[in-house]
């Protein structure tokens, strides 16, 4: 498709279980990121990736999170232990990230309940 | 550090009326400056941007210019409609920071007829 997308759409989980998110960026931007949209935290930044690396992990809040992408394309986002706290949506963007062309382009995201 | 600073919402207009959703910033560097709207059930869109100072940025009617002197990037639209009930969001980037976005809280928009 056209523009970066996630899934899942939705994902309840119980206490304790890990998830994995999974973000597919626009084809050809080498740089994408994860945020967290939470009611009490608003928009936050959790880590960035220039291709495969992650240069930029400073926003992930605990050890439980941890993400990785594969050739430069697919991230997945993973929780670990899950807890309640970690509701919330997950976006994922990308971008060319080319001086004059580092514009941003979000995924739909992936709501996540942790009961 | 860097942080952004919207007004809080919500903030409720009819058709037609013109609108101004404040937003301040503090950044080390030279930051480029975004608005982005969510509609209702959909996810982030950019609206606008601005990378220097004294640049606008506009779409869709709205338009909104990076003062430095005021460390401002106040959203203006001169007659909304029903359908720019959103949520809008100033956020910063500055460069050789990996480019990573700094949101503010966001403000809610509703319209009505």
């Known amino acids: 498709g056209a523009g970066v997308s996630q899934s899942p759409s939705n994902k309840v989980t119980e206490k304790g279980k890990d998830v994995e998110l999974r973000c597919d960026p626009i084809?050809?931007?080498?740089?994408l990121y994860w945020y967290r949209q939470s009611l009490g935290q608003g928009l936050e930044f959790l880590i960035y990736?220039?291709?495969?690396?992650?240069?930029?992990k400073s926003g992930l809040p605990s050890d439980r999170f941890s993400a990785e992408r594969t050739g430069g394309s697919v991230s997945t986002l993973t929780i670990q232990r899950t807890q309640q706290e970690d509701s919330a949506v997950y976006l994922c963007?990308?971008?060319?990230?080319?001086?004059?062309?580092?514009?941003?382009?979000f995924g739909p995201g992936t709501r996540l309940l942790v009961l | 550090g860097n942080s952004v600073t919207q007004m809080e919402g919500p903030v409720t207009l009819s058709e037609e009326a013109f609108l101004t959703i404040n937003c301040t910033y503090t950044a080390t560097g030279y930051p480029s400056l975004f608005w982005y709207v969510q509609y209702p059930g959909e996810g982030l869109q950019l609206l606008l941007k601005?990378?220097?100072?004294?640049d606008k940025g506009s779409n869709k009617g709205f338009e909104a210019t990076y003062r430095k002197e005021t460390t401002s990037f106040h959203l203006e639209k001169g007659s909304v409609q029903v359908s720019d009930s959103a949520v809008y969001f100033c956020?910063?980037?500055?460069?050789?920071?990996?480019?990573?976005?700094?949101f503010g809280a966001g403000t809610r928009l509703a319209v009505h007829p």
């Open positions: 963007a990308s971008s060319l990230a080319q001086r004059g062309e580092e514009t941003q382009y």
């Open positions: 990736f220039q291709g495969n690396s992650a240069p930029d």
């Open positions: 956020a910063l980037m500055v460069s050789g920071g990996y480019n990573k976005l700094i």
């Open positions: 601005a990378t220097k100072a004294d």
């Open positions: 084809s050809g931007h080498t740089a």
